[in-house]
């Protein structure tokens, strides 16, 4: 039985709305598209914001993935009447669909005392704000944050010449990703690029003199041109407060991506991909996971539940991937956090390795450093010897 909208409105122009939109046309969709976006640089690749964007000179390229035939309105999301299925907007004023789809994404987090002047990175706009700041002649930066987005801004900076320091108060970098893992290896390849590193700190007050920035931590003061924060991102959800949607952790919604009312009930015809959405898993809780193979995996399911089809993308497992320090780094499942950790495969004179995370009997989670042809074929349950 098809499900199929006449009219779907999309909030975000991300990659699983580009995803939704070409998945739903090749299944022969003929209705209309309305996409709204409030940046107005969107849409454009993310992750290259925070390594190649930074080292090269031009423009934010328009990305290659949006559907040409499908023009993006810049118009920001104010709110949501759920049961009319109608979007309130700061400059289209109020937009009727049969589908609503939430792909709003994550913004980043600030810290209650972050003072004006400290830069982030989510968007185009705070990408080539700190590119300008390190072509002025910044010299040092201090990263408050070491997840992906952060570590990946201290391999960059490094590369590019300044005098890199990042602060945590996790105890190693990446505890999230590697759900406790290779916290001890990630850390030397900040070393190795000469990061200087300072985990398990708070942070206590940042201040802004003529000269340079001083963050104190745990009793110390460090000093640089820049600072910036890297602690982590929070669903866009904001513009949702009045709507009655679960968002008590992004927009809550079934396994298939329909959104939860506040009751508990779904909302008829409200749906939610990519970062901003929580998925329920088979334990009842809610589990979000902000991964661009994710979200697209997100989007191509929900044109498939528009089609009538019984869709197999969200049975695959999560995957992420970092790029830093001249290594890529891959993840396949859920990482068990007390799970044992095996290297299976070495390659020092490339830092290649691939590691086994939980039982060899279970479905096992898999780590690739620098190991794609390995990290694929273990991840598709294959010998890594042919």
Request: charged share 20%; with cysteine; proline share 5%.
């Amino acid at each position: 039985m098809t499900h199929l909208p006449d009219r779907v409105v999309i909030i975000g122009a991300s990659v699983a709305s580009a995803m939704l939109i070409e998945r739903s046309r090749e299944l022969g969709f003929a209705g209309e598209f309305i996409v709204m976006d409030s940046d107005p640089n969107a849409p454009y690749d993310r992750p290259p914001l925070s390594k190649q964007f930074l080292l090269a000179t031009g423009p934010v390229e328009p990305a290659e993935w949006w559907p040409e035939a499908t023009p993006i309105l810049n118009a920001k999301a104010i709110g949501l009447l759920t049961d009319k299925r109608t979007v309130l907007t700061d400059k289209l004023g109020e937009v009727v669909a049969d589908a609503v789809v939430i792909a709003t994404g994550a913004g980043s987090i600030r810290l209650p005392n972050e003072p004006a002047g400290v830069l982030s990175l989510r968007t185009a706009e705070d990408a080539l704000a700190l590119r300008n700041a390190v072509d002025a002649g910044a010299a040092s930066a201090i990263i408050i944050g070491a997840g992906t987005i952060g570590a990946e801004l201290a391999s960059t900076l490094a590369q590019r010449g300044l005098a890199v320091t990042v602060v945590d108060f996790a105890p190693q970098p990446m505890q999230r990703f590697f759900s406790g893992h290779l916290g001890e290896e990630a850390k030397a390849w900040m070393h190795q690029a000469g990061v200087v590193t300072h985990f398990g700190v708070a942070v206590k007050s940042i201040q802004k003199t003529d000269a340079q920035w001083t963050v104190q931590v745990s009793g110390l003061d460090l000093h640089a041109d820049l600072v910036i924060s890297a602690v982590g991102a929070r669903p866009n959800t904001g513009w949702l407060t009045y709507s009655d949607l679960d968002i008590s952790n992004g927009v809550c919604c079934t396994a298939d991506g329909k959104a939860l009312l506040t009751t508990g009930e779904i909302a008829n015809g409200i749906f939610a991909i990519g970062d901003v959405s929580a998925r329920q898993a088979e334990d009842g809780t809610f589990r979000r996971f902000e991964s661009w193979t994710q979200a697209q995996r997100h989007g191509a399911a929900l044109a498939e539940y528009f089609a009538g089809f019984e869709s197999m993308e969200l049975e695959q497992a999560p995957y992420g991937w970092t790029e830093q320090f001249g290594r890529k780094v891959q993840v396949h499942g859920m990482l068990p956090p007390a799970g044992e950790l095996v290297q299976v495969y070495a390659a020092e004179e490339r830092n290649a390795a691939l590691y086994r995370v939980g039982s060899a009997e279970e479905d096992a989670a898999w780590i690739g450093v620098n190991a794609p042809r390995q990290f694929s074929r273990a991840s598709m349950g294959m010998s890594l010897l042919s």
